[in-house]
């Protein structure tokens, strides 16, 4: 094999190195991504359960607070509050007003940490 044949083989060994290097971060960004929103959600749930006493079994993404968990007007803003306090994220009076159930809460603080 000459000089040339033999770096061009290692050019192509380096390339496919390259790529399942690539493909192993992409899973993994795609398995913390999984993770955090999982976390995310239990971190929320935890949340529920604290501030309002119910049963774990009980919160579910369509929980609504008020309807299904007993919330009052009150424990929403509370709730809202601890939100903001755990996840470092700002929710406006506009956004909390639409932020019924536990899987409102979720979602608006997962596109607020994106």
Known sequence: MNGFA??????EAGAGFQQGADAIAAFEKIKVEETDM???AERVKKIVIDHLGVDA???VEG???ID?????????????????EE????IPDDAADSILTVGDAIKFIEKAQA
Do not use: H, P, Y
Not at 6 to 11: G, I, L
Not at 69 to 82: H, P, R
């Open 6 to 11: 033999r770096v061009a083989c290692f050019s």
């Open 38 to 40: 999982s976390d995310i």
């Open 57 to 59: 079994d009980k919160v």
């Open 63 to 65: 929980a609504s607070f």
């Open 68 to 84: 299904d968990l007993g919330a009052d007007s009150l424990d929403t803003v509370e709730l809202v509050m601890a939100f903001e």
């Open 87 to 90: 996840f470092g994220v700002e």
